[in-house]
């Protein structure tokens, strides 16, 4: 009689699932248990990691040991900053933990990953639109690109400081224009049809805007809107053929736009526009280190705000943020705008 081994199913298990559907398996688990936002931020590491191993000779969940998440790491190191290391150490812990509770690798492997160091505010992206470019490219778009799209979906990040998950998450009549002086656009997490807001119910405020946004924003909607619903029967603001506009194409046009050869017609990195990929070619937009993507905006947004003065427990409601986060990760003012600032308080 063969003797019983408890380990016997795991150990074949884990011999022969494959890594790579072991991964699309636990994307599949994270759609059914969080939100939009925290699935997108598993799918880069999870992928790399995985190509990473399958480079070593790991094709199944079994194979994988420490040391591949170490060189994965180390290979990271050179390529992104320090925080994006840790967040991206702390995903493919996730992913290893899920395996381990499924028995298809070690069961402690997760245990052994040694999180990365990080220098003071390294936990802070310091990414960030400048409000320089912000503007340029603001009144850029109002010249040659007036009340298109993009332009009234960057004045409007710019000017509320928006995610961009609350920007494409707005309908038509959630933009709401009483008189001259009193328009906001209203915020609603409306659960079930695709557009959730960050922190749900919770991210529910209305939000005064400019006379500027709003003449934008009814130039927009009487000359450019596409007119058309999204798969729930809503009218959305933002709109392109397909229906509602997207976070990557939203996030396609924005760093392109945001280049600032487009804006200035200059290059800060002392490049030829004429022969540079990143000014020649849209897809290669990201690549222009001045480039903002859609984070960035919002945060130089706030910061922006900040430095126009709003009180910080007015703008943690107007931006969706609480006061501690907005000190930690969004205020980029240089030590002599803070000092200006507190220069006001003085008496003679």
């Not at 290059?267 to 000014?279: G, L, M, N, Q, S």
Request: with cysteine; glycine share 4%.
């Amino acid at each position: 009689m063969t003797d019983f081994n408890p380990t016997a199913d795991r150990e074949e298990a884990s011999k022969v699932t494959n890594l790579k559907k072991a991964r699309r398996d636990f994307m599949e688990h994270k759609r059914a248990t969080t939100n939009d936002s925290t699935v997108r931020s598993y799918k880069f590491p999870t992928k790399s990691f995985v190509e990473h191993c399958a480079t070593h000779g790991a094709t199944v969940t079994g194979d994988v040991t420490k040391r591949m998440v170490t060189t994965w790491l180390d290979g990271r190191k050179q390529d992104v900053k320090p925080i994006t290391v840790k967040n991206n150490a702390k995903h493919i812990r996730v992913f290893l933990k899920w395996l381990g509770s499924r028995e298809l690798c070690d069961w402690d492997i997760h245990e052994k990953i040694e999180m990365p160091t990080i220098p003071d505010r390294g936990e802070v992206n310091e990414d960030v639109l400048r409000a320089d470019l912000a503007k340029s490219t603001l009144e850029y778009l109002d010249t040659y690109n007036y009340a298109s799209t993009y332009h009234a979906l960057l004045y409007t990040m710019w000017h509320t400081g928006c995610r961009i998950s609350g920007a494409i998450s707005l309908d038509v009549d959630d933009f709401v224009a009483l008189s001259k002086e009193d328009s906001f656009l209203k915020f609603r997490d409306r659960e079930g049809t695709s557009t959730p807001l960050k922190n749900g119910h919770k991210s529910k405020r209305d939000v005064t805007i400019s006379d500027g946004l709003t003449n934008v924003l009814n130039d927009y909607i009487n000359a450019h809107r596409l007119d058309k619903t999204d798969e729930h029967g809503r009218s959305p603001l933002f709109t392109v053929p397909g229906g509602r506009l997207s976070r990557q194409r939203a996030y396609k046009n924005i760093v392109a736009v945001t280049r600032p050869c487009v804006s200035t017609g200059d290059c800060p990195h002392d490049k030829k526009i004429k022969t540079c990929e990143a000014a020649q070619r849209k897809e290669k937009a990201p690549s222009c280190p001045s480039s903002a993507s859609l984070h960035p905006v919002r945060k130089g947004a706030i910061t922006n705000l900040i430095n126009e003065g709003w009180p910080k427990e007015a703008l943690s409601e107007r931006v969706d943020v609480s006061v501690d986060v907005l000190e930690k990760h969004y205020d980029f003012r240089t030590t002599e705008t803070e000092r200006m600032h507190r220069s006001q308080y003085m008496h003679e």
